[in-house]
């Protein structure tokens, strides 16, 4: 069996029924071989960025321990968003399901297919607080997080988010303490 590694994924979407397109997107996560664990973060409501005329999305970042290799991790990623119906039409438009590998432990790589850790992960305070509390939970507090704990505190505030509760699970982001 293969070494057992973590990775964050960011989710988001902002059309149709969003709760329920990332709702199923981590249902499939979770049914994909070589994933064993998917822990997601609190979630919360943002303002698009780019392409303001759009309406707000939901984000939020899973936790995964898997098996599978960046590459691997990938092209599963991209096979559940064309599955929940993403198009990708618009750089920063809206989209039914948008899922980023955003980081797979200490890995860093630049490749045209695949970017460690994401690009844009220190500028985008939709993934910096989800990350934040997921960071904070005891499953992801070991050593192969340390430098990315360590780049938290200099990076955006949370202004523009707005914590969110999805229908019939007030308590949902409340079982963690949070």
């Not at 707000?56 to 960046?70: C, K």
């Not at 590998?101 to 460690?116: K, N, S, V």
């Amino acid at each position: 069996m293969s070494e057992v590694r973590q990775a964050f994924v960011g989710v988001g979407a902002n059309l149709g029924d969003r709760w329920a397109t990332i709702s199923a997107a981590l249902e499939k996560l979770r049914r994909t071989p070589g994933v064993l664990a998917v822990e997601p973060s609190p979630v919360f409501e943002s303002e698009p960025v780019g392409i303001l005329d759009q309406p707000p999305f939901l984000n939020l970042v899973a936790g995964l321990e898997t098996t599978l290799s960046p590459e691997a991790l990938l092209r599963r990623l991209l096979e559940i968003e064309r599955a929940l119906g993403r198009e990708r039409l618009v750089r920063w438009g809206p989209r039914t399901i948008d899922l980023d590998l955003l980081a797979y432990e200490d890995e860093t790589r630049a490749t045209p297919e695949l970017e460690l850790p994401h690009p844009r992960l220190w500028e985008r305070t939709f993934v910096v607080e989800p990350l934040r509390a997921l960071l904070a939970r005891p499953r992801f507090a070991a050593p192969r997080w340390a430098e990315l704990r360590a780049r938290l505190p200099a990076l955006p505030d949370e202004r523009g988010l707005r914590r969110w509760a999805p229908p019939g699970a007030e308590s949902a982001n409340s079982e963690t303490g949070e």
